[in-house]
């Protein structure tokens, strides 16, 4: 069965995707020894070797001149305020911790947007038990005298931390557009598979696009084409990475559906990796196996291809 394309597509939601990436990130020479030391309830900073303007948290550079810093220092772990906004997450603030000429990033603790005010006084608050990352510092709350006295040479007690844990993630939306979204559409409320036909060669894309991938002209009709085809080729996947949606091993396949001209990428079940290595061959007919209660409007809808063993 087909259809002109002068019939609207229906609206199809956006694919919510999300990167996530897990690594670790090395700390460098000075920024070991600040996360270090806050296992000792210190805050470290350093001097410049240029133009000898104290940096808070502790840097090997500085940022101001270039030069390499050349000492390391213990901070007092009071000072104030010069900068404050509201999150979700509670207010964070820019900290000058006195006798430094740099700010340093962290939350006010107990406090609200309103009880804070540039020049307004802050103390350090300590985790009660030490992780070895920058929470060990737990924070900061209002109060806390000044000091006068000269930052002190350090005298490391505690062991660098050389690596940090860290996880990058992105959160997006993917919009199907008018081909897929149609194609989708069509999956989650009528288990139909759907692909474009080219007025030019007459070959049935699936899944559907706008141009044909042959002749680069506007395709002309949206065609049904069977839930039945042949296995073109395949690949026994054992490796996990960042995306993966099957736990490995399993097949993975491009099958050519009966009406359709192009490859359809999905996984075979029903047979275990060692079993598909022995019997599996292109040209094998296989069959959709649709997932009984599953309506996602995604070929997941589809839980795999199975061989047809009667073919």
């Given at each position: 069965?087909?259809?002109?394309?002068?019939?609207?597509?229906?609206?199809?939601?956006?694919?919510a995707?999300?990167?996530?990436?897990?690594?670790?990130?090395?700390?460098g020479g000075?920024?070991?020894?600040?996360?270090?030391e806050l296992?000792?309830?210190?805050?470290?900073?350093?001097?410049?070797?240029?133009c000898?303007?104290?940096?808070?948290?502790a840097?090997?550079f500085c940022g101001?001149c270039?030069?390499a810093?050349?000492?390391?220092?213990?901070?007092?772990?009071t000072?104030?305020?010069?900068?404050?906004?509201?999150?979700?997450?509670?207010?964070?603030?820019?900290?000058?911790?006195?006798?430094?000429?740099?700010?340093?990033?962290?939350?006010?603790?107990?406090?609200?947007?309103?009880?804070?005010?540039?020049?307004?006084?802050?103390?350090?608050?300590?985790?009660?038990?030490?992780?070895?990352?920058?929470?060990?510092?737990?924070?900061?709350?209002?109060?806390?005298?000044?000091?006068?006295d000269?930052?002190?040479?350090?005298?490391p007690?505690a062991?660098?931390?050389?690596?940090?844990?860290?996880?990058?993630?992105?959160d997006?939306q993917?919009?199907?557009?008018?081909?897929?979204?149609?194609?989708?559409?069509?999956?989650?409320?009528s288990?139909?598979i759907?692909?474009?036909r080219?007025?030019?060669c007459?070959n049935?894309?699936?899944?559907?696009?706008?141009?044909?991938?042959?002749?680069?002209?506007?395709?002309?009709?949206w065609v049904?084409?069977?839930?039945?085809?042949v296995?073109?080729?395949?690949?026994?996947?054992?490796?996990?990475?960042?995306?993966?949606?099957?736990?490995?091993?399993?097949?993975?396949?491009?099958?050519?559906?009966?009406?359709?001209?192009t490859?359809l990428?999905?996984t075979?079940g029903?047979?275990?990796?060692e079993?598909?290595?022995?019997?599996?061959?292109?040209?094998?007919?296989?069959?959709?196996?649709?997932?009984?209660?599953?309506?996602?409007?995604?070929?997941?809808d589809?839980e795999?291809?199975?061989l047809i063993?009667?073919e």
């Amino acid at each position: 069965m087909s259809q002109g394309l002068d019939t609207a597509p229906t609206d199809a939601p956006a694919f919510a995707g999300r990167i996530a990436l897990p690594y670790k990130l090395t700390a460098g020479g000075a920024a070991s020894r600040f996360l270090g030391e806050l296992s000792k309830q210190r805050i470290v900073g350093t001097r410049c070797g240029g133009c000898r303007r104290v940096l808070v948290p502790a840097q090997d550079f500085c940022g101001a001149c270039g030069e390499a810093t050349d000492t390391l220092l213990s901070m007092p772990p009071t000072g104030e305020v010069t900068a404050f906004t509201e999150t979700a997450n509670g207010v964070i603030a820019f900290v000058r911790i006195d006798g430094a000429d740099t700010d340093l990033a962290h939350r006010v603790l107990d406090a609200a947007y309103g009880d804070l005010s540039i020049g307004a006084r802050v103390e350090a608050v300590w985790a009660d038990e030490p992780q070895g990352t920058m929470l060990d510092l737990a924070g900061f709350r209002l109060g806390g005298e000044p000091s006068t006295d000269e930052p002190l040479e350090l005298v490391p007690e505690a062991e660098p931390v050389l690596e940090q844990p860290y996880r990058l993630q992105l959160d997006y939306q993917h919009a199907y557009g008018p081909y897929y979204g149609r194609l989708f559409d069509e999956l989650a409320t009528s288990r139909r598979i759907l692909g474009t036909r080219c007025p030019s060669c007459d070959n049935v894309l699936v899944p559907p696009r706008e141009l044909c991938d042959l002749c680069y002209v506007r395709t002309g009709e949206w065609v049904d084409v069977a839930d039945t085809g042949v296995l073109q080729a395949f690949s026994v996947i054992h490796l996990e990475f960042v995306g993966q949606t099957r736990e490995p091993p399993y097949v993975y396949a491009e099958i050519v559906l009966d009406g359709a001209a192009t490859r359809l990428i999905h996984t075979i079940g029903g047979i275990s990796a060692e079993e598909a290595v022995e019997r599996l061959k292109p040209g094998m007919r296989v069959r959709a196996v649709w997932k009984e209660d599953a309506h996602t409007g995604t070929l997941a809808d589809i839980e795999h291809f199975e061989l047809i063993e009667d073919e």
